[in-house]
């Protein structure tokens, strides 16, 4: 009993009362619960039900996924890996199958092939080798094809590299395709010294910025400025 509240449960597994609410979980039966003074039931097949900061999760493996949040309801069919909560959005990764996702109160639907989904700082990034790259920045979509090594973002920006293929990135909201044959682009791709050159065909170049010899290019017409 808490705070002139009473409740009358029949449950098959744990009771508890924490921070002012009453939570009920069981398995593989009725979930009845009580939570910000509004009532749900839900009927789960698998694993666990947690609350976290004033909302409820629920995940279960192979089976439907329901849960609340923001005071919505969405059933997701799931079929593999992790689902979990961070900052307010709910993020789920799959192999070999369908990734649902909602971000920023829109939902995605994604099929990948490889490898793993995340999100930092309210973007998503994945991803997939010998396949398609489907990501989201900046509330744009893009499809890359990729075909080796890791994709990764830092300080608001999307970078990946590739060998002997297609790199395609997103930077500053613009799109570029480059050809490269091989690299480590965390170092000799980007850096601060990178320049973007736009031509008079709005077609864009991108050039490496050389750290190891100091070169920089920074003027159009790819002429070169040596800084030391």
Known sequence: MEASLHYNRAINNINY????????????????IVINNEHYY???????NYISHNKLYNRTIKNINNFIINNKHYNRPIYNNINYISHNKLYNRTINNINSFFINNKHYNRPINNNNNYTSHN????GTFNNINNFIINNKHYNRPIYNNNNYTSHNKLYNGTVNNINSIVINNEHYNRPINNNNNNNNCYN????IIINNNN?????NSIINNNYNINSNNSNIKHNG
């Open 17 to 32: 009362i924490s921070h002012n609410k009453l939570y009920n979980r069981t398995i593989n039966n009725i979930n009845s």
């Open 42 to 48: 839900r009927t789960i097949n698998n694993i666990n």
């Open 123 to 126: 973007k998503l990034y994945n």
């Open 192 to 195: 601060h010294n990178l320049s």
């Open 203 to 207: 077609s864009y170049k991108l050039y």
